[in-house]
């Protein structure tokens, strides 16, 4: 079994999650195994997106992800900071770097 983290895995989620505060919702759904593709298409990630912008505001920034293995999956939890509230982005990436994964928790429950 590979307990070696993806190296670019925090790249990868700075990455995921400026495409998500900037709307390129087929970039991000375009990463998905096809697992994620047929359970979360782009409309249902739009409206899951704007819910969350709709509560605490605009994505005002985020902080470094953190990096773990996950049994098959390297994890990455990172912060992010809006206008009226702190999320925690969890993004699950196989060795393919495709996206097994993607949550958007309350930070205080993350």
Do not use: K, Y
Not at 51 to 62: D, F, N, R, Y
Not at 81 to 104: H, M, P, T
């Amino acid at each position: 079994m590979n307990t070696t983290p993806l190296s670019n895995a925090a790249s990868l989620a700075d990455t995921v999650i400026d495409e998500l505060s900037s709307g390129r919702w087929s970039a991000v759904t375009d990463r998905f195994d096809p697992a994620m593709r047929d359970g979360l298409p782009e409309d249902a990630l739009a409206a899951a997106w704007a819910q969350i912008t709709g509560q605490a505001g605009a994505l005002e920034g985020h902080g470094t992800p953190d990096v773990a293995r996950a049994a098959d999956v390297t994890v990455t939890n990172t912060q992010l900071n809006l206008e009226a509230g702190e999320f925690i982005a969890r993004i699950a990436f196989r060795d393919d770097e495709s996206i097994a994964g993607l949550f958007i928790l309350n930070a205080e429950v993350a």
